[in-house]
T-cell receptor, first 112, second 115 residues
């Protein structure tokens, strides 16, 4: 199966600064790369996703970049706010089936 | 806004007892997933349904876990007997797209504690 590595496991930033989380994967057949935000006691929620035919996607303060050659993709959050504090998971999905492989998560803390 | 419904939200049980979790996906969603999430880790797939059929249950410990989605709508995940290592959050998710990877919608989860 797919091997997804996510770094860092914890990240603390000052409010207003940027945060970057990176994931690497192993299966070159993977073609869908979503990012989920999970708040305490809740299920994960999709915040942004990217498909293999584009290199970057942006939605307000959140962006995702994809390097298919190097098999890594990153989540970028700019102008961080305290409400961005949560656990963030990357996921990788292969074009051979709707199987989502999740990273181990990054606990982001935004310090006011 | 349509949501994936799960119950119970919390369950405390003793080892060797039977436990059941229920999930009602968003109406019209063909694909349903059960994930297990251990504290501090990412969700791990237990079973995936396409309508009423099992697509992938390779990671489901079949000696004690079972899952069904009889009419292709709601689903039940059962553990019998529960073991200490089963303590985790059990997440249900659904997706409406068939054959094309689409957004996964998660429920709030069922947190299981086995004593």
């Amino acid at each position: 199966g797919e091997n997804v590595e996510q770094h860092p496991s914890t990240l603390s930033v000052q409010e207003g600064d940027s945060a970057v989380i990176k994931c690497t994967y192993s299966d070159s057949a993977s073609n869908y790369f979503p990012w989920y935000k999970q708040e305490l006691g809740k299920g994960p929620q999709l915040i942004i996703d990217i498909r293999s035919n584009v290199g970057e996607k942006k939605d307000q303060r959140i962006a995702v970049t994809l390097n298919k050659t190097a098999k890594h993709f990153s989540l970028h959050i700019t102008e961080t706010q305290p409400e961005d504090s949560a656990v963030y998971f990357c996921a990788v999905v292969s074009n051979t089936g709707n199987q989502f492989y999740f990273g181990t998560g990054t606990s982001l803390t935004v310090i006011p | 806004e349509a949501e994936v419904a799960q119950s119970p939200r919390y369950k405390i049980t003793e080892k060797s007892q039977a436990v059941a979790f229920w999930c009602d996906p968003i109406s019209g969603h063909a694909t349903l997933y059960w994930y297990r999430q251990i504290l501090g880790q990412g969700p791990e797939l237990l079973v995936q349904f396409q309508d009423e059929s099992v697509v992938d249950d390779s990671q489901l410990p079949k000696d004690r876990f079972s899952a069904e989605r009889l009419k292709g709508v709601d689903s039940t995940l059962k553990i019998q007997p529960a073991e200490l290592g089963d303590s985790a959050m059990y997440l249900c998710a659904s997706s409406w797209e068939r054959g094309i990877t689409g957004e996964l919608f998660f429920g709030e989860g069922s947190r299981l504690t086995v004593l």
